[in-house]
């Protein structure tokens, strides 16, 4: 009987191996993962979960017995520590499991504070598993001093929580605005706003110099000069894909495990999806982390496993949840030239285009202009730029244009 082995219960592992199944796979399926938790979706860490709204079952994306109803072999606390290509081997702890095909599915790691600046200090914190959100709630109370490093999703997020909690939230970014590297100025903007009219500290062009403390952090010294007292401090300053296992594997890793379009890596047995993988978009080679490309690519690979032979497509999207807003986003905004404002805050979108192309939309609050969006990006339209800032114009009716 076939043996298909999936690294990482995650996300994405646990998509593929339920697709495998429905799609009517009949051999045998192993999902390792090394953490203690049967999958279960990240988006609630740094927003319901983090905020105590949300109960810990209600995380998991399937109940635990769904893996043997299954028939699908679920390992967790076991860390796959290496893969014999050669002779189709993954080794998990002390012993060997042989595979016909295997996919990795290993996700991501977060960036971390280097132990020089006080980054290993207690009372530092990232957001990525389960187990660092509980390390982080019993430290997050009401009138304690937070500082937040980085102001991208995770970071604003959790910014939004604390704030909510009644904490005095401080976040330094070091770009010269928050959400540089993935939104346009404007929408930066509204989130800068929403997060003062909240009493966040938003301190931008700054960056952290070092943290003090003895054992545990006591403050901060900001890359101006400012010297501030702080009680804890969460790190949301980017991540990296996890690789090391394929690299050390001799798979071909290009910013991420590298896998073609139907999600093979360089080993035509081994199979990739999720933050880790990195696979060819419109020209160039990219990477997403969100749970629409996890899920998407994962069932792909499952149904290219099965011998599909289809190739990824995306169309991605992604939501970002601060306070009582919704951040909603189709398509991809690298390469804009320009951003086209529909409405006023608070319920606002904004159109990426380049040149009369329409790439991206962020919406603000506006289920309305976020699924139109989308439906026109997957259809290929591009709408006239002034069509779309006319607030007057029933965005539904350019659907049937
Ligand atoms: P993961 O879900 O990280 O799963 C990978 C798993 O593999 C992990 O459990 C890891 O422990 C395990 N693993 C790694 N190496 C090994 C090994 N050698 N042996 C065994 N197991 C191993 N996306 C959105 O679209 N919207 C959001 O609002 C959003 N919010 C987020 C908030 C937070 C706090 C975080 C952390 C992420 C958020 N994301 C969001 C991103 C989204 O959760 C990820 O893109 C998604 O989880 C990726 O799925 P994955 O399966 O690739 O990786």
Redesign the pocket.
């Known amino acids: 009987m076939s043996h298909i082995v999936v690294?990482?219960?995650?996300?994405?592992?646990a998509a593929l191996v339920a697709k495998l199944r429905s799609e009517g796979f009949g051999g045998q399926i192993t999902l390792?993962?090394?953490?203690h938790v049967p999958p279960y979706?990240?988006?609630p860490?740094?927003?319901a979960y983090l905020m105590g709204e949300m109960a810990l079952e209600r995380l998991y994306l399937r109940p635990e017995s769904y893996y043997a109803e299954n028939g699908i072999d679920l390992h967790l606390d076991?860390?796959?520590?290496a893969i014999d290509c050669a002779d189709k081997v993954v080794i998990?702890g002390g012993h060997q499991l042989k595979y016909d095909q295997l996919a990795l599915?290993?996700?991501?790691v977060p960036r971390r504070l280097p132990g020089s600046i006080g980054g290993e200090l207690r009372g530092v914190h990232v957001?990525?598993?389960l187990a660092d959100v509980d390390a982080m709630v019993p430290e997050a109370l009401e009138g304690r001093r937070v500082l937040i490093v980085g102001g991208g999703?995770?970071g604003l997020?959790a910014a939004a929580v604390c704030a909510k909690r009644g904490m005095q939230v401080t976040l330094i970014e070091m770009a010269d605005r928050i959400l540089q590297r993935v939104a346009c100025p404007e929408t930066s903007a509204y989130f800068r706003d929403l997060h003062r009219s909240h009493g966040v500290d938003v301190r931008e062009g700054i960056g952290l110099a070092r943290l003090t403390g003895e054992s545990h952090v006591t403050g901060a010294v900001l890359s101006d000069g400012a010297e501030l007292p702080f009680d804890m401090v969460i790190v949301g300053i980017g991540i990296s894909p996890?690789t090391s296992?394929a690299e050390a594997a001799g798979l071909e890793i290009d910013n991420g495990i590298k896998v073609n379009a139907l999600g093979q890596t360089s080993d035509p047995s081994i199979w990739s999806?999720?933050?880790?993988a990195s696979f060819p978009f419109r020209g160039n080679r990219i990477r997403l982390?969100?749970?629409?490309?996890?899920i998407d690519q994962?069932e792909l690979v499952a149904r290219n496993m099965m011998g599909a032979g289809e190739a990824y497509d995306p169309h991605p999207w992604?939501?970002?949840?601060q306070y009582d807003v919704k951040l909603q986003i189709a398509g991809l905004n690298t390469g804009y030239d320009r951003v086209v404002v529909r409405g006023g805050v608070p319920l606002v979108s904004h159109w990426y285009y380049a040149g009369e192309r329409l790439l991206a939309v962020d919406a603000m609050n506006d289920p309305r202009a976020y699924m139109v969006g989308k439906r026109l990006l997957e259809a290929g339209k591009s709408p006239a730029a002034d069509v779309i800032a006319d607030t007057e114009t029933d965005l539904k009716t350019l659907l049937r244009a």
């Open positions: 690294v990482g219960a995650g996300q994405a592992g390792i993962g090394e953490e979706q990240r988006p860490l740094s927003k076991e860390t796959v520590n998990a599915t290993t996700g991501s957001v990525r598993t999703y995770i997020e996890a296992l999806a999720g933050d880790c982390e969100s749970v629409q490309n996890a994962a992604f939501w970002s949840d």
